[in-house]
């Protein structure tokens, strides 16, 4: 249940302040979590996320928190049995035809950690498949592989912009209005997937990047990172303005001239 408290299987929550966050809380980014992008550093990010502190009730905020986003790693494996890549990748990329043995998921430094608020290496039609999947419902040649509550509740706003771990491109977050009604996942320096259900649409858009596979998927930084930020001229070390984006909204809409 979407209502279980997340101390069900963080354990280490119990008794704590954190005691009563929710599973949905989390899903939402209204777990009262920091915004912490420090994690990334750290060599036992599973570790670092459970034992962050709050700053602000269970419930009550949305913060876009990747210390909340690790925590579904324990989460999936004490309650499945499954580490995080294991169970994406037999119940979710396997059934849409996305080959797992040619994609790239990512661990913490401690090797152990599968990483779940970052670092998926996949071709940009896999990235589509999986927005497909979540464009017609949950459903892949007949077959439902996610339930089609699930997918409906994540991309629908459940605070002004923001779903089940999707972005909601509404007016709340473009701050003007938007023609259609489509969701997102908007990962760093510009990997991202937007959905359209009602026109079965599907975009993906990708920074340039290359990682070789001899590298590993072992995160040190910064010898071993999914470097998208050298082609956006983003990095910490980057001298000069960074590669500009696009206007979003201006995407939206002509997406809306598809119809």
């Known amino acids: 249940s979407l209502d279980q408290p ?3 299987f963080l354990d280490e929550w119990q008794g704590t302040a954190k005691e009563s966050i929710t599973i949905r809380n989390l899903l939402e980014m209204r777990g009262g979590l920091p915004a912490d992008s420090i994690i990334f550093r750290e060599a036992d990010q599973t570790s670092y ?21 690790q925590l579904f790693e324990p989460i999936l494996l004490r309650a499945t049995g499954l580490d995080a890549h294991s169970y994406l990748s037999q119940k979710i990329l396997a059934p849409t035809g996305i080959n797992t043995a040619e994609i790239g998921l990512w661990y ?4 152990v950690n599968a990483m779940t608020y970052c670092c998926i290496d996949m071709r940009p039609d896999d ?12 459903e892949w040649d007949g077959e439902q592989i996610v ?12 605070s002004s912009n923001y779903g ?10 473009f701050g003007t209005g938007v023609s259609i009604s489509v969701s997102a996942a908007l990962g760093l320096d510009g990997q991202k997937i937007y959905v ?9 858009v990708l920074t340039r990047y290359q990682h070789f596979r001899n590298q ?4 040190a930084v910064p010898d071993n990172f999914p470097d998208t930020c050298s082609a956006r001229n983003s990095c910490p070390t980057s001298t000069g303005p960074p590669v500009a984006s696009f206007d979003q909204h201006t995407l939206v809409e002509l997406m809306a001239n598809l119809r």
């Open 6 to 8: 997340a101390s069900d």
């Open 49 to 69: 996320a459970i034992d962050v502190d709050p700053v602000n009730t269970p419930g009550s905020v949305f913060v876009y928190s990747n210390p909340t986003a």
């Open 108 to 111: 913490d430094p401690s090797g």
């Open 127 to 138: 990235f589509a498949r999986f927005g497909l999947l979540y464009a017609r419902g949950g």
């Open 147 to 158: 339930s089609s509550e699930y997918v409906e509740g994540s991309l629908t706003a459940q």
């Open 164 to 173: 089940w771990q999707w972005w909601v491109l509404n007016e709340n977050f």
């Open 196 to 204: 359209w259900p009602e026109a079965d649409v599907v975009l993906v």
């Open 216 to 219: 590993g998927y072992v995160l």
